[in-house]
DNA sequence: TTCGAGATCGGCT
DNA sequence: GCCGATCTCGAAG
């Protein structure tokens, strides 16, 4: 793994889509545990009404509005950390969603933080990732392309197009009719497809 | 295999 | 208060 090659910041001055695109097949590394990027995500910005960064910055979402090359950690639903690199124009608040991988190395350390898990499943889907890999808040805002960062991202083998497969987003309420998922054909690791189901209010 | 509900809490309206 | 870029388990087909 050492010799992978860090991907350097202007990999990320990029329109969302093509950074997306491109990420599929690198490697997402955080201590002794790597994993390949087989399925993420793209939200672009300030003009996506599914994106955090849709109503403006907040604390939460500061991390978006700054330079690309940044991760974006946040905690949802009371209980999951989710990845994203922030891309495109400077304060624009574009983002790629890290949701699927394939762990290529520290596979025993990350079946340690997903007992029970098959292998293929160790980082299969946004918050599953991050528990494979030991992300959480903490990682708000680390730069990604640096080497002396715990969290960086590495050159993968480069995935052909007619590998690409696109396909609406998943979880989010609006716009989810974009074809903004993408992954590599045939993938294992790749989460399955489940459309946006809105959750019944509690009841006594 | 598919579907539905619960878990659990921070951020924003 | 309300609701979420989710996951898991249990029940039904």
């Not at 403006?56 to 999951?80: E, I, K, L, Q």
């Not at 124009?89 to 969603?97: G, K, T």
Request: proline share 9%; net charge positive; aromatic share 6%.
């Amino acid at each position: 793994m050492g010799q992978r090659q860090l991907i350097p910041r202007p990999f990320y001055d990029r329109p969302v889509l093509e950074v997306a695109r491109d990420l599929l097949g690198a490697v997402l590394v955080h201590h002794d545990v790597a994993v390949r990027l087989t399925e993420v995500e793209a939200y672009a910005g300030g003009h996506d009404p599914a994106s955090h960064a849709f109503r403006g910055p907040t604390p939460r979402n500061a991390v978006m509005f700054g330079p690309g090359g940044h991760a974006y950690v946040y905690f949802t639903y009371g209980m999951h950390f989710c990845v994203n690199l922030v891309c495109g124009p400077e304060a624009q608040a574009s983002a790629v969603l890290l949701r699927a991988g394939e762990v290529i190395d520290g596979i025993d350390c990350a079946r340690l933080r997903r007992p029970g898990a098959r292998d293929r499943d160790l980082a299969r889907g946004p918050a599953r990732l991050t528990v494979a890999l030991g992300i959480d808040r903490a990682l708000d805002g680390a730069d990604v392309t640096r080497a002396d960062s715990p969290l960086r991202v590495l050159r993968g083998d480069p995935v052909p197009d007619e590998q690409v497969r696109r396909g609406p987003r998943v979880g989010v309420s609006s716009a989810a009719e974009l074809p903004w998922r993408m992954w590599i054909d045939g993938e294992p690791t790749v989460s399955t497809y489940r459309p946006h189901t809105p959750r019944k209010p509690r009841s006594a």
